[in-house]
């Protein structure tokens, strides 16, 4: 069988080849967004089912195990995920926090929470036998999807796990989780690749301008293919060459022209940007947005320290409730007015 991992995810698979001696209850795979690490727990589930395992660790992709955990219904394994990955059909929890679901069919959008039913339908999986006395495993993810309801059911459950019972969580931000659940996983954490190996797997796979996609990403290939796919440069450039002329005015067009976009996703570029004025004015470095590199040296130029760092709070207060903005456009005019402020003095 030809392994599904990313090239930079085999040494963390021998890492974790250590642990089958003695399996942990639940362990909590965490690590920046887009890095594979969705896949990274899921084959190790495989593998944990598979009726005649590999060398290294790896599933044989040949057996009755494999053949029912590559269409989703080993009787011995679950997946939780939010409502919205379900109808976007995607494999992937933690590969881009730009990729929205697609729209159901209904006037309901999709929940993009983990809630409380999906952990309470657990019970009935995990109170009968399993399958040729084996394991059976749960693969969650975003862990921080889970709302609170939903947080505290799980943890009853890690608490008191079920025999023969692994749960494998994968997180992109384990500060969003219960200090509690975190100490009943072991945590394992996933690396992201060194630039040249991120680059040349986004080339291989065929991705123009990978360089510029993967710097505007932090490095991480899996984010930024799937950018790469959408029609979000266009877009993403208008953003940028505003947030290059700050001022009233253009905060109000701004505003107007892109109160469709995703407002978590102009958060993030935001973000990045203001880190990247930042970053030029401390160190003259900049990680996001190279090929911005003369307006983001004048933006430092004129903007204070202090300022800065009151600009980075604020967007990350904002982040923490981009999700559900009473009004976009005037959300995303408040946040531009105020990152203007900062190049006002």
Known sequence: MTSPLFPWQEAAWQQLQQLRERLPHAILFHGAQGIGKTVFAEHFAQSLLCQMP???????GQCDSCGWFSQYNHPDYRRVRPEVLEEDGTAEGDESEASEGKKSKSTKA????????????LS???NVSTHRQGMRIVVLYPAEALNTAAANALLKTLEEPPPATMF???SNNIERLLPTILSRCRKFAMTMPNGDEALAWLQQQGVKDADAWLAEQGG??????ALAQTDT???????LRALARPGSEAALKTAEKLQKTPVV????WLQRWLYDVFSFKLSGRIRYYPRYRKELAALAQQADVSELLRGLKALKERRAVAEHPLSARLFIEDMLL?????FSS
Do not use: N, T, W
């Open 54 to 60: 590999q060398a290294h660790g790896h599933p044989c």
């Open 110 to 121: 999709p929940s993009k929470e983990i809630k409380i039913d999906q952990i309470r339908a």
């Open 124 to 126: 009935d999986f995990m």
């Open 168 to 170: 494998l969580l994968v």
């Open 220 to 225: 991480a290939p899996l984010a930024a293919q």
């Open 233 to 239: 440069r266009e877009l993403m450039d208008e953003f």
């Open 265 to 268: 996703d102009l958060v993030a």
């Open 338 to 342: 105020d990152y203007a402020s900062l």
